[in-house]
């Protein structure tokens, strides 16, 4: 999303006399988050200790020692099955303590903002996803990375556990099974694959945000290894579009008439597909190509469903290989599709795009084009205005391109009227001929 763009954050007031109350309420949340965050840190070393201690002692010589631990090799895969299930009840535990640490520091950062305070110069050497830098909620997350400090307790469960099935299960390292004449598996191998892998998933998985989600997730992590760049904070993106979304509903705007243009002319299977369209995508291929694009008498276009087209506004920085952006596109896309209502990526798409240079999202373009925005309802000829400009490469004015599209829409516009408001634009130097 264009930093440039004006964005709508929800404003946090509150009456004179209920300060001491909100103060109140913001040192008994932070006392809250650190007295987390240090049983967090303490639990977390118990037990570090105890997985240390114990794993020496398999290699103990002492007779009585080796007399307990004969009881465990003889019930080996029992042991281990309860050390993996216990593993894994105590890493949930850490993840629901982590996920209670976090909403604690969104909620004193919330505070931090109602009340006024600033850290002023010393944020410098704070960073923003800790509490103490924090300038927006969003910022503190509930997964930090995987080589952070809250996620110690996953490294030291999954380190432990698979030393625990290594030093238990070791006699049976040669014993292997085989599928179908074609695979062997090894037992022991296939321990550590499980114990690992399960781990993982419990880890991560219930480390999610709100809208995040493994497959988003793991497109992140391609992006990341091949250095496609994407917004750090998808849910920070997400609320602001969501609020200007409220925002559109307080000031009582009407645009109705605007999303079955707007389908008509951007997206005709809008409702029919799940956020990528091979159709829309092929006919974006042709319209490149000239001879073909006479002949089918189509315009350029990206071939870009409205999904994507918001996939691309919110989450994807301009000026990267466009090739590589389009996979991304269509793989946030489908996840969009998955998370939100067809009406819902409707609403946030028109409250986000940009319908001109440096015209950001419907409320600027209301403004822009045709003056106050609050109690606004757009004629249907205003509503193709602004679809065609969001559509426009370009920007600039050409009758051809809009008589096209006036035809291509099922909507009765007035053609006349268009025109007319078009004319009237160019004479104010909102839009070049």
Do not use: C
């Not at 930090?144 to 556990?161: D, R």
């Not at 074609?182 to 998985?205: A, D, E, K, P, Q």
């Not at 997730?217 to 290894?225: D, R």
């Not at 795009?353 to 757009?378: T, W």
């Amino acid at each position: 999303m264009d930093s440039k763009a004006e964005q709508f954050y929800p404003t946090y007031t509150f009456k004179a006399e209920h300060r001491d109350v909100v103060l109140l309420e913001f040192e008994e949340a932070q006392k809250i988050a650190n007295g987390q965050t240090k049983v967090y840190g303490q639990v977390t070393n118990v037990l570090l200790a105890v997985i240390t201690i114990m794993i020496p002692l398999f290699f103990n010589q002492d007779n009585q020692v080796n007399q307990t631990f004969s009881f465990v090799k003889e019930n080996d895969l029992v042991f281990s099955i309860i050390i993996f299930l216990f593993g894994a009840l105590l890493l949930r535990y850490f993840v629901d303590l982590q996920k209670q640490i976090t909403i604690n520091g969104k909620k004193v950062v919330t505070l931090r903002i109602m009340l006024g305070l600033d850290y002023g110069h010393i944020h410098l050497t704070l960073p923003n996803w800790r509490v103490e830098g924090a300038t927006n909620p969003f910022a503190i997350k509930y997964f930090n990375g995987w080589f952070n400090f809250q996620s110690m307790p996953f490294w030291v469960l999954i380190i432990g556990v698979n030393a625990v099935w290594w030093l238990t299960m070791s006699e049976k390292s040669n014993i292997s099974f085989q599928i179908n004449n074609l695979f062997i598996i090894n037992i022991w191998l296939l321990g550590h694959f499980v114990i690992t892998l399960s781990y993982l998933y419990i880890f991560r998985t219930n480390l999610n945000d709100t809208h995040e989600t493994n497959f988003l997730n793991f497109g992140k992590i391609l992006a990341s290894m091949i250095r496609f760049k994407l917004v750090n904070n998808f849910e920070s993106i997400i609320y602001r579009a969501k609020l200007a979304v409220v925002e559109m509903s307080r000031l009582n705007v009407n645009f109705d008439t605007l999303k079955p243009i707007l389908i008509n002319i951007e997206d005709k299977g809008y409702y029919s597909h799940k956020g990528v369209s091979p159709k829309a995508f092929l006919r974006g291929v042709i319209s490149q190509i000239k001879i073909l694009k006479k002949k089918y008498n189509l315009i350029e276009s990206g071939g870009s469903t409205i999904t994507m087209q918001l996939a691309r506004t919110l989450f994807i920085p301009s000026n990267q290989n466009k090739y590589v952006r389009k996979f991304f596109e269509i793989w946030i896309s489908l996840w969009l599709h998955k998370q939100f209502s067809k009406d819902d990526i409707l609403n946030l798409y028109i409250v986000s795009v940009r319908y001109d240079y440096g015209i950001m999202g419907i409320s600027k373009a209301i403004n822009y084009f045709f003056g106050e925005v609050s109690d606004k309802k757009l004629s249907p000829e205003e509503s193709f205005i602004l679809v065609e400009r969001l559509s426009n490469v370009t920007g600039t004015y050409k009758k051809e391109r809009v008589n096209f599209l006036i035809d291509k829409s099922i909507s009765n516009l007035d053609k006349n009227k268009i025109h007319y408001i078009y004319e009237k634009l160019i004479q104010e130097g909102k839009i070049k001929k």
